[in-house]
Nanobody, 125 residues
Framework: HVQLVESGGGSVQAGGSLRLSCAAS????????MGWFRQAPGKEREGVAA???????SYTESVKGRFTISQDNSKNLLYLQMNSLKPDGSAMYYC????????????????????WGPGTQVTVS
């Protein structure tokens, strides 16, 4: 399994930006799907964005045009650039990974991924 640790969360005003990072260590997958999820209090964990080892990306509709997922394979880092943040973006954000040839259509579903980080809190006011 891969160990994941998120960072970069914090408090920001509506309309502002944050960049989340996820550091991966331990076992290295030759091909994978990695994703960012978020969970607000009382709500289910939802997929926000995903990227596979070939760099193909997917986004949930509500963040398209505002969020960008990227990776630096040389540093084993995953990023989520979040612009034009809205109050409904307040949540705990999690990084996830799974060994796969590509991100499946079910990438927004929590059970698609087996490796998870502890999360980083984002608050938008």
């Amino acid at each position: 399994h891969v160990q994941l640790v998120e960072s970069g969360g914090g408090s920001v005003q509506a309309g502002g930006s944050l960049r989340l990072s996820c550091a991966a260590s331990g076992y290295t997958y030759s091909s994978y799907c990695m994703g960012w999820f978020r969970q607000a209090p009382g709500k289910e964990r939802e997929g926000v964005a995903a990227i596979d080892s070939d760099g193909r990306t997917s986004y949930t509709e509500s963040v398209k045009g505002r969020f960008t997922i990227s990776q630096d394979n040389s540093k084993n880092l995953l990023y989520l650039q979040m612009n034009s943040l809205k109050p409904d973006g307040s949540a705990m954000y999690y990084c996830a990974a799974e060994e796969k040839d590509f991100c499946p259509r079910t990438w927004t579903v929590e059970m698609t991924f087996g490796d998870w980080g502890p999360g980083t809190q984002v608050t938008v006011s």
